[in-house]
Nanobody, 126 residues
Framework: QVQLVESGGGSVQPGGSLTLSCKVF?????????MGWSRQAPGKGREVIAS???????AHVDAVLGRFFISQDNTKNTLYLQMNNLKPSDTAEYYC???????????????????WGQGTQVTVSS
């Protein structure tokens, strides 16, 4: 079945950078309707922070806008999240997500993701 496997998490000081990767197995990543990154901080709910649509459209939530950048390399079947100027508030488990194609049209939506990775931990502290 389709698998998403994240890597690249770790511990970093405030102001540092990390790049997360999400490798797609048993599926062609270019066929997903949407792909995204979500995170879940301790004691909080999971939120989608960045997404890329099959038409190339990209979106980031305000909390990471200008610091995080989502990108997709379909030749490598991989989704990335470049994270710069990390803050302690970015500490969370980060998950890759994807939406398989269906009859719907429209923008990427958090509730439509139906494939999830296992997560990778990012810790930002001094």
């Amino acid at each position: 079945q389709v698998q998403l496997v994240e890597s690249g998490g770790g511990s970093v000081q405030p102001g540092g950078s990390l790049t997360l990767s999400c490798k797609v197995f048993n599926y062609n990543s270019s066929n997903f309707y949407c792909m995204g990154w979500s995170r879940q901080a301790p004691g909080k709910g999971r939120e989608v922070i960045a997404s890329v649509h099959s038409d190339g459209g990209i979106a980031h939530v305000d909390a990471v806008l200008g610091r995080f950048f989502i990108s997709q390399d379909n030749t490598k079947n991989t989704l990335y999240l470049q994270m710069n100027n990390l803050k302690p508030s970015d500490t969370a488990e980060y998950y890759c997500a994807a939406e398989t194609p269906s009859q719907r049209v429209g923008v990427c939506h958090p509730a439509k993701y139906n494939v999830w990775g296992q997560g990778t931990q990012v810790t930002v502290s001094s």
